[in-house]
């Protein structure tokens, strides 16, 4: 079992940048392929990006490819998400993902470890 707590949202403009985080507790993040998704009101959670467990493969969703990075410090047991030239668009609640193998559907996860989330709004 393992426990995700992300960090790091907020309200910023338009243009503007964040730095989410996603800590684990528990086990080793190094077991595990992570992702971030979101979640915007009355919308379907959705695939950001995702990295294997030893950082080689990194995929991401065509509406934020070369805006936002991840990464991820396996002995800090955390992922990060770097947002930059951020969007009204982008505004959800962001979610960290724990899993035997990367996805891009939250539907197709089999361990299924999820963070609470944490809120991203973008004003224009």
């Known amino acids: 079992q393992v426990t995700l707590v992300e960090s790091g949202g907020g309200l910023v403009q338009a243009g503007g940048s964040l730095r989410l985080s996603c800590a684990a507790s528990?086990?080793?993040?190094?077991?595990?392929?992570m992702g971030w998704f979101r979640q915007a009101p009355g919308k379907e959670r959705e695939f950001v990006a995702h990295?294997?467990?030893?950082?080689?493969?990194?995929y991401y969703a065509d509406s934020v490819k070369g805006r936002f990075t991840i990464s991820r410090d396996n002995a800090k047991n955390t992922v990060y998400l770097q947002m930059n030239s951020l969007k009204p668009e982008d505004t959800a609640v962001y979610y960290c993902?724990?899993?035997?193998?990367?996805?891009?559907?939250?539907?197709?996860?089999?361990?299924?470890?999820w963070g609470q989330g944490t809120q991203v709004t973008v004003s224009s």
């Open positions: 993902n724990a899993d035997s193998f990367p996805i891009t559907k939250y539907t197709a996860c089999k361990l299924c470890y």
């Open positions: 528990g086990r080793s993040l190094g077991d595990y392929a």
């Open positions: 990295i294997s467990w030893s950082g080689d493969t990194i």
